[in-house]
């Protein structure tokens, strides 16, 4: 196992009683592109979490065991976190349900448990863990891209939401190499390491954009008359507004070099200097102590 810094769940706690519809003052396309990560993580996380506790039994390294643990902390976590702003969102008279009902029959059926034979369930549980390494891949680069996205607090983003965003994506970057060392320790094969990456990357993209554009379409402001246009989303990718593509599909080969270990990606230091002022910690300790 590479990775030797131990990772595990904290407590954290957001209010968002302040934060409006569009976060991002006068940017919809951006906040919703962005937002539609908060429709994908909570059942992808319950997800990670649903097949990595499958896979415990199979590891025999008691330190990746731990990590593993811990990192299932985290995502549970996370997930928590991110159904809050779902729930905001709706009380602001923008309903994600419909959507998030399709995430979720993703996940819970399309990528769920199936009655099989004892060497078929084997074989996929083995393809889950390494498509959750693939997503992991995704994760460790947006949460290092959103960690240095200042041209978002330039634009005036809510400060609650850029905590949420960098908070998860700092310990994003914490245990990238987690579930990619699990894949490595239970099978390793390439072809399935490459094949999975060549199913998540695409999938992310199109789940991205249709759950912006989901969300555009229902906004109660917007009301449809903003589209989830390339264009649009080029032009915030300049402006340092949003991930670039190129950074997106350069992710996959990238992952895919034979010698590709996640600590090569992103900068833990930085992630945990983060963590380290994330007003989140305070905000659970103040309302801890109130309650
Ligand atoms: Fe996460
Ligand atoms: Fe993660």
Redesign the pocket.
Known sequence: MSNTHVVGPRRVRFSWENTPLHWVPGDPFTTHMINALHML?PAG?RW?VHVFKQALPYITDPGLKEQVKGFMG??GT??VAHQRVLEHMKEQGLDPTPYVENVEWIFEKMLGDTTLPPRAQRFWLMERVAMIAAIEHY?AVLGQWILNAHPLDEAGADAVMMDLLRW?GA??VEHRSVAFDLFMHLDGSYGRRARTMALAGPAIIYLVKRGGGFLLENDPIVRGRLKPKWSYFFLRAHQGRAPTLRSLLLAMPQYAKPGFHPSQEGDLQQALDYIAISPAHAEFEAYRRST
């Open positions: 993580l996380e990670f985290q995502e996370h997930a994760t998860h310990e994003e």
